[in-house]
């Protein structure tokens, strides 16, 4: 029995560890360790743009965008409001 190439189908001798023809590992684990490895070392590529009827699932976990709040000044405005009217009575 022979070694057929995943990569380039060239039909390698039983005993071959790597392809005669182009030099890929012919052993699944290998070719898995191989792979792993590749992984590791490529930087991680942004996320496609999302087109008409794709679903992107990796980012359905993610919360919704914060709100600004903008309540802050009219806090404000009501101690301010409530501080004059206090004045007001006490001056009175």
Do not use: Y
């Not at 005993?15 to 590749?38: M, T, V, Y």
């Not at 990796?58 to 914060?66: I, K, L």
């Amino acid at each position: 029995m022979s070694k057929r190439c995943p990569d380039c189908r060239f039909v390698n001798e039983d005993s071959r560890i790597f392809c005669a023809s182009c030099g890929a590992p012919l052993d699944a684990q290998l070719r898995l360790i191989q792979d792993l490895e590749k992984q590791k070392e490529a930087p991680k590529a942004p996320p496609p743009d999302r087109q008409r009827g794709e679903i992107n699932i990796s980012h359905s976990h993610t919360s919704a965008p914060e709100k600004k709040s903008g309540a802050t000044p009219w806090i404000i405005l009501g101690l301010i409001a409530v501080i004059a009217a206090a004045a007001w009575f006490m001056l009175k």
